[in-house]
């Protein structure tokens, strides 16, 4: 069955600094998006990217996030400044076209920032 | 806007023991209502699913009944396992104009975190 990839696992990174993190959704999906889960807490939405641009993003996704699907296959989120408080699980996820139809979620990337 | 609302956890259960977590949602128009399921150190796996009211999903010996007069979503099973330990959330996906704002995007529950012993 294919699945959503995202890579890396785990990602360490100093304050200030900027983060790519990178996915690879379903092959013939059409709809994109990024959740974050802080420890212990609730998974969040923060994006979703449809016909290469933002459909919508939450309150969280300020100024310092940006995603592009630079090719057919990648789909990527970018901070351009990290802070201690973006330190999360990021998982991203893909759905074809139905949205009665579950979206698939990759396995997620470690965030850590020091 | 949309929201889901979880039982409070963790919840610890003997094996063989029934469970049910209890979830709730406010929502305009008619969600589709998803639980997914996270094992320790894992992404997040989708366990079940329904789309329209009075659906059951079920999966895994797991079922939830889509109950639109009460907006409840609740998980059961009659028999736990050791292996069920893991944290449950419940979630709801707006039925949007395809290509339109939120469609497709997920509002989560809290998660509940299950235990089972032996």
């Known amino acids: 069955e294919p699945e959503v990839t995202q890579t890396p696992s785990h990602q360490v990174t100093q304050m200030g600094q900027e983060v790519i993190l990178r996915c690879v959704p379903i092959s013939n999906h059409l709809y994109f998006y990024w959740y974050r889960q802080i420890l212990g807490q609730k998974v969040e939405f923060l994006v979703s990217f449809y016909n290469n641009e933002i459909s919508e993003k939450s309150e969280i996704f300020d100024d310092q996030f940006s995603v592009e699907r630079p090719d057919g296959s990648n789909f990527t989120l970018k901070i351009r400044s990290t802070k201690l408080e973006d330190s999360a699980m990021y998982f991203c996820?893909?759905?074809?076209?139905?949205?009665?139809?579950?979206?698939?979620f990759g396995d997620g990337t470690r965030l850590s920032i020091l | 806007g949309n929201s889901v609302t979880q039982m409070e956890g963790p919840v610890t259960l003997s094996e063989e023991a029934f469970l049910t977590i209890n979830c709730t949602y406010t929502a305009t128009g008619y969600p589709s209502l998803f639980w997914y399921v996270q094992y320790p150190g894992e992404g997040l796996q989708l366990l079940l699913k329904a789309t329209k009211a009075d659906d059951k999903g079920s999966n895994k010996g797991f079922e939830a009944t889509y109950r639109k007069e009460t907006t409840s979503f609740h998980l059961e099973k009659g028999s736990v396992q050791v292996s069920d330990s893991a944290v449950y959330f419940c979630a709801l996906s707006d039925q949007g104009a395809p290509g339109g704002t939120s469609y497709g995007k997920l509002t989560f529950g809290q998660g509940t975190i299950l235990t089972v012993h032996p």
């Open positions: 996820a893909s759905l074809l076209q139905d949205s009665n139809q579950p979206q698939h």
